[in-house]
Structure formats: structure tokens, C-alpha cells
């Protein structure tokens, strides 16, 4: 009954900035993990970033000081802030939620692409 969706992705120049949301139901961001991660074309699922059950954040090396994790725990809102965005920006972006003691559980994906 757990469920995640993510939502946001969309077209944007070189340059541009996205913000992704990522609504939960069934279970909270609060007291649990969770993270986003991006796939692009022909490769595999990697991690961006994360907050702990403690609310703690962090990302990845690779988008350090362009992409920045927020929770709105009041909304029940996982937020993916993306600064200029580059071409190689461009892929699938998942959002997870790991509910403790319980098991992860992934959205569909939304679609980043980044083009002038």
C-alpha cells in the first residue's frame, strides 16, 4: 500500500533549472530513508542523493553544488533541486522511499531531458 510518484521532469535548455517532487502515500519520509537516483540512456541506476531517518542529507560527488535534497515533512514531499543543468543531466529520474523495517519502493520515473 506503499506507494511513490514522482513528478517535474520535463524539457529544459542547458543552463535551466528543475525542481522534482516526489509525493508518498501510505508511509512517510518522516522516520525513513529515502533518495534520488538517475538512469541514463544505456546505462545503470545510479544514486544522487539521500536523507536519512534522521533527516540528514546529502549528494552525490558527481552533482555536488548544482543538485540539493530537500524533505517538506508537512507535505510528505521529497524535493530534487537541479541548477545548471547540463546535457549529460539528461535521463530518468526515480525517486525511493525505504520505509524501515519494511522495504523499499520505487516511482515510475520521470523524464529529464536537457537540450538546447
Known amino acids: 500500500q506503499v506507494q511513490v510518484a514522482e513528478s517535474g521532469g520535463g524539457l529544459v535548455q542547458p543552463g535551466g533549472s528543475l525542481r522534482l517532487s516526489c509525493a508518498a502515500s501510505g508511509s512517510t519520509f518522516s522516520g525513513n530513508a529515502a533518495g534520488w537516483y538517475r538512469q541514463r540512456p544505456g546505462k545503470m541506476r545510479v544514486s544522487l542523493a539521500g536523507?536519512?531517518?534522521?533527516?540528514?542529507?546529502s549528494v552525490d560527488r558527481s552533482v555536488k553544488g548544482r543538485f540539493s535534497i530537500s524533505v517538506d515533512y508537512a507535505s510528505n514531499t521529497m524535493y530534487l533541486q537541479m541548477d545548471n543543468l547540463k546535457p549529460d543531466d539528461t535521463a530518468v529520474y526515480y525517486c525511493q522511499l525505504y520505509v524501515i523495517e519494511v522495504g523499499d519502493y520505487w516511482g515510475q520515473g520521470t523524464q529529464v531531458t536537457v537540450s538546447s
Open positions: 536523507v536519512t531517518s534522521h533527516g540528514t542529507t
